[in-house]
């Protein structure tokens, strides 16, 4: 495990630094976003109840820095409340929580290219960096090939179909007992993830500045995709079975109209110059 921050901007929700935990055998990655580091104790301990619920043979081991947010009495306490082992690094040799250090500058950047590529703001960094966690846990890669980590700790293979893009444009159904006769269906938003605790998609509201979870949503580029399909498939059934297109067949060469070619043409030489010789013809005295 390791702590990411302070961040030079908060988030939405107010965090500067997020909690990550990542898995040795299975690779998932579970995150928290917190606003102080005194609260990483707290969110510890929710993760460490959570895994002995979720694991057979629950936590075994926990490996760690040796940051003041880990190396403190009350993570003492949980550790040895629960039976863990708390591996700790020497002291300036981050290398040996390699994996943790890794995977953090791993998101970071991928989080970092999210924003830049959609153009939306630098408070939502905490949105890119679950929807960057949220697609390594569906289609990273983890100690066993052809197996995803989704597999190990869900039991549940990913599906590429729910997959969206980041800042995706999309418009949100609003239910009727929040409008008026005449007031919009829908409201105009950007996709920034996926809501790990309901099922729904978490949109940004830039008018609004808020982050909400919807489940009737409908995004731009899926629709304009469907329509240029529609078309698409469309124009194929008109080329081929237009009612009033006939079909072009090509004679093809048989040896009987080789041989009526070359005598067309053996005619055409031999009229050719019979007319060339009356033309060499002395005219008559009557034509002349």
């Given at each position: 495990?390791?702590?990411?921050?302070?961040?030079?901007?908060?988030?939405?929700?107010?965090?500067?630094?997020?909690?990550?935990?990542?898995?040795?055998?299975?690779?998932?990655?579970?995150?928290?976003?917190?606003?102080?580091?005194?609260?990483?104790?707290?969110?510890?301990?929710?993760?460490?109840?959570?895994?002995?619920?979720?694991?057979?043979?629950?936590?075994?081991?926990?490996?760690?820095?040796?940051?003041?947010?880990?190396?403190?009495?009350?993570?003492?306490?949980?550790?040895?409340?629960?039976?863990?082992?708390?591996?700790?690094?020497?002291?300036?040799?981050?290398?040996?929580?390699?994996?943790?250090?890794?995977?953090?500058?791993?998101?970071?950047?991928?989080?970092?290219?999210l924003?830049?590529?959609?153009?939306?703001?630098?408070?939502?960094?905490?949105?890119a960096?679950?929807?960057?966690?949220?697609?390594?846990?569906?289609?990273?890669?983890?100690?066993?090939?052809?197996?995803?980590?989704?597999?190990?700790?869900?039991?549940k293979?990913?599906?590429?179909?729910?997959?969206?893009?980041?800042?995706?444009?999309?418009?949100?159904?609003?239910?009727?007992?929040?409008?008026?006769?005449?007031?919009?269906?829908?409201?105009?938003?950007?996709?920034?993830?996926?809501?790990?605790?309901?099922?729904?998609?978490?949109?940004?509201?830039?008018?609004?500045?808020?982050?909400k979870?919807?489940?009737?949503?409908?995004?731009?580029?899926?629709?304009?995709?469907?329509?240029?399909?529609?078309?698409?498939?469309?124009?194929?059934?008109?080329?081929?079975?237009?009612?009033?297109?006939?079909?072009?067949?090509?004679e093809?060469?048989?040896?009987?109209?080789?041989?009526?070619?070359?005598?067309?043409?053996?005619?055409?030489?031999?009229?050719?110059?019979?007319?060339?010789?009356?033309?060499?013809?002395?005219?008559?005295?009557e034509?002349?």
């Amino acid at each position: 495990m390791d702590l990411c921050g302070p961040m030079q901007e908060k988030s939405l929700g107010g965090a500067r630094y997020f909690l990550l935990l990542k898995d040795d055998f299975s690779h998932w990655r579970t995150l928290y976003f917190i606003k102080q580091k005194s609260d990483t104790c707290k969110d510890l301990e929710d993760f460490v109840k959570k895994t002995e619920k979720h694991l057979p043979k629950g936590l075994k081991i926990l490996r760690s820095d040796n940051g003041l947010e880990f190396i403190n009495a009350e993570i003492r306490n949980i550790t040895q409340r629960y039976g863990i082992i708390h591996q700790k690094t020497v002291s300036y040799t981050p290398e040996q929580n390699g994996a943790a250090e890794r995977e953090n500058r791993t998101i970071v950047e991928l989080a970092r290219t999210l924003l830049q590529y959609s153009g939306l703001p630098m408070n939502l960094w905490a949105e890119a960096v679950n929807f960057a966690t949220y697609n390594l846990n569906w289609t990273g890669t983890s100690s066993q090939s052809n197996v995803f980590p989704s597999e190990f700790w869900l039991n549940k293979k990913p599906d590429v179909k729910t997959f969206h893009f980041f800042g995706e444009k999309c418009y949100t159904h609003i239910p009727k007992e929040k409008r008026r006769k005449w007031d919009p269906k829908a409201e105009e938003g950007y996709f920034v993830g996926y809501d790990l605790d309901t099922k729904g998609y978490r949109v940004w509201f830039q008018c609004k500045n808020q982050v909400k979870t919807h489940r009737d949503i409908v995004f731009v580029n899926q629709k304009y995709q469907d329509h240029q399909r529609d078309n698409d498939q469309d124009a194929v059934e008109v080329t081929v079975n237009h009612p009033h297109q006939e079909p072009e067949h090509e004679e093809q060469e048989t040896p009987e109209n080789q041989k009526l070619s070359e005598s067309e043409s053996e005619m055409s030489d031999e009229e050719e110059d019979q007319s060339i010789f009356h033309d060499s013809l002395p005219k008559s005295r009557e034509e002349s």
